[in-house]
């Protein structure tokens, strides 16, 4: 009873404190009431979700990837998946997954353009390809580390171009860090792809890409992708 009678009273003191006198002594004749008043502030307690705005246009970010992102073709002009432009004189990273066991490939660009493409070298550990084409002055994407990315950070996934030659693209948020390994990496994400994903680059929100989709279980290359070019263009010229 005497716990109760304390919280009853000590509610009573705040309403009459807070509420009760200050509205009182607005009227003529009780202004001598808020001598009574308290003047601490009442704290409350709320929690809430905030948004943060990461001051980056996904659609033109998107555009912009698109513009070094490749669409892949068998001889017979099926859909294999996609890939990456690395130098401006045809270069490009794609994925096992995509190139699977075809041996003529063609390759469209993201102005219309076709080309027939060769497999220069590829990794069997990580599913990492580079093939070519015969090309000048293309746009190429440049590269961060895949072991900066943390969970919370947010990427795109890049796709499969249409007639209009703009690029699927579905973004997703990191949910778990890199698995600390050699080759082919896995990267968890809310993010959903498929098919289409194969061979596409997945860039941070600068617009750099840290890896490439192998499949839709998440599984991508993430290995330093500038290391690698940088290695294979060392080699090609010895």
Request: charged share 15%; net charge neutral.
């Amino acid at each position: 009873m005497i716990v109760i009678g304390f919280f009853v009273g000590a509610l009573g003191s705040l309403i009459l404190g807070h509420f009760a006198l200050p509205y009182f002594s607005t009227y003529k004749g009780l202004s001598w009431l808020s001598k009574f008043t308290s003047n601490a502030p009442i704290v409350i307690n709320n929690s809430e979700q905030v948004y943060l705005n990461e001051g980056v246009n996904l659609i033109d970010l998107a555009k912009q990837v698109g513009n070094f992102t490749v669409s892949i073709y068998d001889a017979k002009n099926n859909f294999l998946g996609n890939g990456l432009i690395i130098t401006a004189d045809g270069l490009i990273f794609t994925t096992s997954s995509v190139i699977q066991k075809n041996k003529q490939l063609n390759v469209m660009t993201s102005d219309g353009k076709q080309y027939e493409a060769s497999i220069k070298q590829s990794d069997a550990q990580s599913g990492l390809v580079i093939i070519s084409i015969s090309a000048s002055n293309l746009q190429i994407g440049q590269f961060d580390k895949s072991e900066d990315l943390k969970p919370s950070h947010r990427v795109l996934y890049i796709g499969r171009g249409n007639v209009k030659f703009e690029h699927k693209v579905v973004s997703g948020y990191i949910v778990e860090s890199l698995a600390n390994q050699i080759g082919t990496k896995r990267i968890m994400s809310d993010a959903v792809t498929g098919s289409d994903y194969f061979g596409g680059p997945i860039v941070n929100l600068s617009g750099r890409v840290v890896g490439l989709t192998v499949n839709s279980e998440q599984n991508i290359i993430a290995e330093n992708l500038q290391i690698v070019l940088t290695k294979y263009l060392s080699d090609s010229h010895e």
